[in-house]
């Protein structure tokens, strides 16, 4: 599991690439967003699209992402979905809990739009 960081104004997008699993690689991940919010980086993007699969545990590190990212006062996107992926937030239901985009660009739009209202 590789993890890019891109620093977009006040929008922290992490890109991934390979297969979110569990275990030590998938936690990479969680620590990850641990150390923006540290850094007080509440607007989160994780992009998807270089994700090839996802199992139960990935899932798991999204949720645990999410929970963290929620106590801290901010707000995580997801974009890229492949249609893989994208199935699999269907059929677990998780497409109703994580806001997701296309790409990364309309994901910190969105940010930027949800500020200014």
């Known amino acids: ?3 890019k960081e891109e620093i977009r104004g006040n929008v922290a997008v992490l890109f991934l690439k390979g297969n979110l699993m ?10 990850k967003i641990k150390s923006l919010l ?14 090839k699969w996802m199992n139960s545990s990935g899932l798991g590190i999204l949720m645990a992402c999410l929970t963290s990212v929620q106590k801290a006062g ?7 979905t492949t249609d893989k992926i994208k199935n699999l937030f269907m059929i677990t ?5 994580f806001e997701t985009y296309e790409n990364v660009d309309r994901a910190v739009a969105r940010f930027q739009t949800d500020q200014t209202n």
């Open 1 to 3: 599991m590789q993890i």
């Open 22 to 31: 569990g275990g030590p690689e998938g936690m990479k991940v969680h620590e």
């Open 38 to 51: 540290t850094d007080k980086l509440k607007n989160i993007v994780i992009d998807l699209s270089k994700v």
């Open 74 to 80: 901010g707000n995580l996107k997801i974009s890229g």
């Open 93 to 97: 239901k998780l497409i109703t809990i």
